[in-house]
């Protein structure tokens, strides 16, 4: 393996299938470009005549768009920025804060990160979309489904207030787990 010597980005992308880690090699010199999605090449490109424009790419088991933006800022100086879904990294985290919920949990000595996708009512577990049963009770809705040999539920109530909207709820063997937050 050659040492990432014109390594200038590294980015921590959290879908509902885990957390990406996504690198981007240029070489300023040679116009290379070399783009890693969790430590394996995706694209390859040498001797690139122009040093600035854009690398397209999916990522993830949804396989969400991202796009890489090269721009020249100054001289020899680059600026190395990310989209997902055509929105800046920052934008798309803060509009998916709002659209899902994230529960990260150990049990009997595992590690579970657990993806409530609202919009579709989809729940992830580890990278995999698992089986669910819905079902709704006095106040709202539960969703059921095993991690492991573990019954879960995530709840759904309505807050009470209108900008709060409905408040998701994950408890696993009768314990409630606190939300995570990316």
């Not at 790419?57 to 991202?66: D, M, R």
């Not at 609202?118 to 992830?124: A, E, G, Q």
């Not at 408040?167 to 314990?175: A, E, F, G, W």
Request: glycine content about 8%.
């Amino acid at each position: 393996l050659e040492k990432m010597t014109d390594l200038v980005a590294v980015w921590e992308v959290a879908l509902s299938d885990g957390v990406h880690k996504i690198e981007f090699e240029h070489g300023t010199t040679s116009g290379k470009r070399v783009v890693y999605i969790d430590g394996k090449e995706e694209i390859r490109k040498e001797w690139m005549f122009k040093l600035v424009g854009k690398e397209t790419f999916t990522v993830g088991v949804a396989k969400t768009k991202a796009t890489i933006n090269i721009d020249a800022v100054s001289g020899f100086a680059y600026e190395y920025t990310l989209e997902i879904n055509g929105k800046s990294l920052k934008k798309y985290m803060e509009n998916r804060s709002k659209t899902t919920n994230t529960w990260i949990l150990s049990l009997g000595g595992t590690d579970y990160r657990v993806v409530l996708e609202k919009d579709t009512m989809d729940v992830w577990c580890n990278g995999q979309k698992i089986e669910t049963a819905g079902e709704f009770v006095e106040d709202g809705t539960e969703t059921h489904f095993s991690v492991g040999d573990h019954s879960c539920c995530i709840k759904a109530v309505s807050s009470g207030k209108r900008k709060e909207g409905i408040i998701h709820t994950l408890i696993v063997d009768d314990r409630e787990i606190p939300e995570a937050v990316e």
